[in-house]
């Protein structure tokens, strides 16, 4: 094999992290590799929250371009950055096993829990859930990569910030004092890592084949779809975990409003042999118990 495969990355520790990951792995099946590291434009904008900047992909869209005039061969991305749709003719070539799905709260004591108190999280997601569970407290904006995310809540007065356990897991940043939320729903795909390429590129589709986890793909799928099923392109508060136990495939889906205050549930637990559009009938379910009103409420919102 003469060929090597130039992987395209974000140049954050975590997203190079992620890229050694697929190196290693496509070199132990014996494929040369060489990594091309880039900046996306959400890593230099800042300054404002990501829902604000009304881009589809802010993390992805760098190295999709690269993608498509075949500058790089294959892209890593964290799977919650990638958007339901992908660009016509990049196709998703494999989902690395997931790492730990959930969130967790990095604090300087819990002493502020039930009273009023300020959290730090850039995600309508995780604001929304905090603000149901804890309506006291102020939710302030947290942008960055990992590093500069911790760096900055260590500086700043806030009681906590809330991260994704898989990124400070992958780069050993784990703070002496944090709390997992198991009561709060991950982002759809959050824990998992994809590779894309170009639909044409069968020499690269091939060699990803190696690296794809099947129970991983299947829940993040189903995950996605009721994303997508739910959002119609529009950036809100939803939550989705699937997770196959035994023969059992266990779901957890949310919607809520941007201030927590409407929140629309599903749980499911069903036989895992035919997952197929079980994301798409689920979110069916919320959108007919009064998400669809709500997700118009939140695209008003929004774009005021």
């Not at 009681?159 to 050993?172: C, S």
Request: net charge negative; glycine share 8%.
């Amino acid at each position: 094999m003469n060929r090597v495969i130039r992987i395209g990355t974000r140049d954050s520790e975590l997203a190079l992290w992620q890229a050694h990951t697929v190196k290693n792995k496509l070199e132990k099946e014996g494929y040369e590799c060489e990594l091309l590291p880039v900046k996306a434009t959400g890593d230099i904008i800042l300054d404002q929250p990501l829902y604000e900047l009304g881009i589809t992909g802010i993390f992805t869209k760098t190295l999709d371009v690269a993608l498509l005039k075949k500058e790089i061969d294959i892209a890593v991305h964290s799977m919650k950055d990638v958007p339901t749709s992908l660009p016509k003719g990049v196709v998703q070539a494999a989902v690395l096993k997931r790492g730990n799905p959930r969130d967790i709260l990095v604090h300087k004591g819990l002493d502020f829990l039930n009273e009023e108190g300020v959290v730090a999280t850039g995600s309508l997601r995780r604001k929304a859930q905090w603000l149901h569970r804890y309506p006291l407290h102020e939710i302030t904006d947290l942008r960055g990569n990992v590093n500069t995310r911790l760096q900055k809540f260590r500086t700043q007065p806030w009681n906590a910030a809330i991260f994704a356990a898989a990124g400070l897991e992958r780069i050993d940043l784990l703070p002496d004092h944090f709390t997992t939320l198991n009561w709060m729903v991950p982002a759809p795909a959050q824990g998992a890592m994809m590779v894309v390429c170009l639909e044409d590129n069968t020499f690269c589709r091939e060699a990803l084949t190696t690296l794809n986890d099947e129970q991983t793909e299947i829940c993040t799928g189903i995950e996605r779809e009721f994303l997508k099923t739910l959002e119609g392109g529009c950036t809100a508060p939803i939550g989705a975990l699937a997770e196959i136990k035994g023969e059992k495939l266990h779901f957890e889906g949310v919607l809520l409003s941007l201030d927590g205050q409407k929140i629309f549930r599903v749980r499911k637990e069903v036989e895992s042999a035919h997952p197929e559009g079980f994301g798409q009938s689920w979110a069916k379910e919320i959108l007919e118990q009064g998400g669809d009103e709500l997700m118009q409420e939140i695209k008003q919102q929004l774009e005021k």
